[in-house]
């Protein structure tokens, strides 16, 4: 889609917000809490970014963006040249980080720009009346995004905890703690830094099963780039060596393969392929494990390959 800039608009220190909306103002494609659109920024960046405002609006999407300053020219570009009234390639909205909507109890964990997806959660656990508690932490109060909106929220369903790195002395928040005081039978939220999300993974570990849900917004590990195998697309009867260096992905586009993608880390899931043959080495953070090991999908942008050949469903 063609969307326009409405508006840019300062949320919190190194963070601002993009609401984008249709040229002729006509409705947008539904999103559920937890969702995602793909912003295309030219020369070939694509990055996603989580949807912050209510899902029941149908007439804009609103993204939030943190400043980074490891930036590979995303977020650099959203802050420093963006602007009001530009016009914007957008995706339709995608969801892997999904809101259970009817779990009796929602514990929300958020670092920093993680609280995001979180925030369009909390949006519509008030509109279906669903209680919910919010642990927030962040490493200066300048740059809390959203904490205002976030405490008027809290009235009607929820309770916010909000936590302040640097005035506690640079103590980070007990997550063992956090998870330990949940209800049972909660379902567990967790999104922001890489760190944060494998310490909540771990203090979460003894959950029941599908009741703790992480989002990463970042690579885990890094991309299997050794090469030295075949990739052979089955539609099309092509076949190409993958180089080491090279990921399957940037082999594809060098061959002149249209091929979907965006973060090119692993996190958003946009280059998600069906393998027919083949043994996957998955490096993303998209998939499930039960996913990985039925090794039927890769991730081209990040993943490679433990065996002679891949055919992909491409």
Not at 135 to 150: D, I, M
Not at 265 to 287: F, I, K, M, N, W
Request: proline share 6%; net charge negative; aromatic share 4%.
């Amino acid at each position: 889609m063609q969307l326009i800039i409405r508006s840019k608009t300062t949320e919190a220190e190194d963070i601002v917000s993009l609401e984008l909306a249709a040229p002729d103002g006509s409705a947008l494609p539904a999103f559920t809490a937890g969702a995602h659109i793909d912003l295309s920024l030219g020369k070939g960046l694509v990055r996603s970014y989580s949807l912050v405002n209510d899902p029941a609006e149908r007439h804009r999407y609103v993204v939030a963006v943190n400043r980074d300053p490891a930036s590979r020219g995303g977020s650099r570009h959203v802050h420093e040249a963006l602007r009001a009234g530009q016009a914007l390639e957008v995706s339709a909205p995608r969801n892997h980080f999904p809101l259970v909507e009817d779990a009796p109890h929602v514990v929300l964990i958020a670092g920093g720009i993680g609280i995001t997806p979180l925030l369009c959660m909390i949006r519509r656990l008030n509109a279906l009346g669903r209680a919910w508690t919010l642990h927030y932490s962040a490493r200066t109060r300048a740059k809390a995004a959203y904490l205002g909106v976030l405490r008027e929220l809290a009235e009607p369903c929820g309770r916010l905890d909000f936590h302040v790195v640097d005035e506690c002395g640079g103590r980070l928040p007990d997550l063992a703690a956090l998870v330990g005081a949940s209800p049972a039978g909660a379902h567990l939220y967790c999104c922001g830094p890489v760190p944060m999300l494998h310490a909540f993974e771990e203090a979460a570990s003894l959950r029941p099963p599908g009741t703790v849900h992480v989002e990463y917004f970042s690579a885990q590990q890094d991309a299997a780039l050794a090469g030295g195998f075949e990739v052979v697309l089955a539609r099309s009867g092509r076949s190409l060596r993958i180089q080491p260096g090279a990921s399957i992905l940037d082999a594809l586009l060098a061959d002149g393969l249209d091929v979907g993608h965006a973060c090119k880390e692993g996190v958003c899931g946009a280059c998600q392929t069906r393998v027919l043959e083949g043994t996957p080495d998955h490096r993303d953070s998209y998939l499930s494990p039960r996913e990985k090991s039925a090794g039927d999908a890769i991730m081209l942008c990040c993943s490679g390959c433990t065996s002679e050949k891949l055919v992909l469903d491409l």
